[in-house]
């Protein structure tokens, strides 16, 4: 790792039925800016809550033109069901699609899934768990089916564990941070008001700090964290836990 911070931007829950006119507005920012993305799709999006307009006939030629532009595919989840109350590693949420899941059901989503982005000319390279829900039947089950690297976790570098790469992802709107690699995960159907314009500001004045999936996994140490780093990182599971129970206690239809 390079000293001072570095950042990732990830855009999540691309699907055909995602808001298109919301997707284009934070795409357009990170093409001014050159960045490339970490773009998480749902390969076979059967979640309601993502059913936001009628699918966009042109959706998949316009993930193939950004892939071919420099940004990295991640498969997110399989079809963004959150249905089972299954014990997940990070524990954010009380569902989820995978945690709990039976291990051959896991690896039987996690292959289709890579089927139909592999048919769509996509070549994911690594997998982001719908509302950070998995446990080590999923992780398993990606190194079994050769997508070894996951975007999650609260550590401040990328680390090795369960046989996975993760990737740390800390935070959902931009925030300057003085050491570590952090990224910042951006849902464009529901992003505040003024996201759009704090991210630009965050990518023009972080310009040389914004770096890419493929520059971290280069650059990635390949080890476990030491016993300061997993102490700092469960803290800041913690304190997620905590902020993520006192939304659903706030806004129950959050999850």
């Known amino acids: 790792m390079k000293p001072g911070p570095q950042y990732l931007i990830r855009l999540d829950d691309l699907c055909p039925t995602m808001l298109q006119d919301r997707r284009e507005r934070f795409l357009s920012i990170l093409v001014r800016h050159r960045v490339s993305p970490i773009l998480a799709i749902v390969p076979d999006n059967q979640d309601p809550d993502l059913i936001r307009q009628a699918p966009d006939p042109r959706f998949w030629e316009r993930m193939r033109s950004l892939q071919a532009s420099g940004a990295t595919i991640a498969m997110h989840g399989y079809r963004h069901l959150c249905a089972s109350r299954g ?49 080590r039947n999923t992780l398993r089950a990606l190194a079994e089916e050769g997508l070894g690297v996951l975007s999650d976790g609260f550590a ?8 996975i790469l993760w990737i740390p992802q800390q935070l959902w709107e931009p925030v300057a941070k003085e050491i570590g690699l952090w990224t910042i995960c951006i849902h464009t159907n529901t992003a505040p008001d003024g996201l759009e314009k704090r991210l630009e500001n965050f ?20 080890s476990p964290l030491n016993w300061r780093e997993q102490l ?24």
Request: cysteine-free; aromatic content about 6%.
């Open 156 to 163: 401040s570098r990328p680390f090795s564990q369960h046989g």
């Open 232 to 255: 700092t990182a469960n803290l800041a599971n913690l304190r997620a836990r905590i902020s993520s129970a006192r939304s659903r206690i706030s806004y129950p239809s959050i999850a």
């Open 203 to 222: 990518v023009s004045q972080q310009a040389a700090k914004v770096t890419t999936f493929n520059r971290v996994i280069a650059e990635a140490p390949d």
């Open 87 to 135: 014990a997940s590693i990070l524990g954010l949420h009380d569902e989820s699609e995978f945690a709990g899941v039976d291990p051959s059901l896991q690896q039987q989503w996690i292959r289709s899934g890579l089927a139909i982005l592999r048919g769509q000319a996509l070549r994911p390279q690594l997998f982001v768990a719908p509302r950070h829900g998995f446990d």
